[in-house]
């Protein structure tokens, strides 16, 4: 692996939307980045913190990689998003 990861933005599918077309959240991180630390500093089974859970992409991704995960919100409203989005996609 690379010291310097190029990635684009978060768009398409990926990006969640509002019924507006709007993004939900201003700093969703791509899965791509996350799958690549989650899985260099982990291991299935593992536990993962995630302090600034957001829109929840850093847990999404921990449940595909059979990791188990804790994700700490404050704001009501990007936590009912998240918690959308992890119960969506099983």
Same mark, same amino acid.
């Given at each position: +692996? %690379?010291? @310097?990861?190029? +990635?684009?933005? /978060?768009? #398409?599918?990926e990006?969640?939307r *509002?019924?507006? #077309?709007?993004?939900?959240?201003?700093?969703?991180?791509?899965?791509?980045i996350?799958? %690549?630390?989650i899985? =260099?500093?982990?291991?299935? #089974?593992?536990?993962? !913190?995630?302090?600034? @859970? #957001?829109?929840?992409?850093?847990?999404? /991704?921990?449940k595909?990689y059979?990791? %188990?995960? /804790?994700?700490?919100? &404050?704001? &009501?409203?990007?936590?009912? +998003?998240? &918690?959308? %989005? !992890?119960? =969506? *996609?099983?």
């Open positions: +692996m %690379r010291d @310097f990861w190029q +990635m684009s933005l /978060v768009q #398409g599918k990006c969640i *509002n019924s507006d #077309g709007k993004a939900l959240h201003p700093t969703q991180k791509l899965e791509e996350l799958k %690549r630390i899985l =260099a500093s982990s291991n299935e #089974g593992d536990i993962a !913190l995630d302090p600034f @859970f #957001g829109s929840g992409t850093a847990d999404y /991704v921990t595909i059979n990791r %188990r995960w /804790v994700g700490i919100k &404050k704001d &009501k409203n990007y936590l009912k +998003m998240s &918690k959308n %989005r !992890l119960c =969506a *996609n099983p």
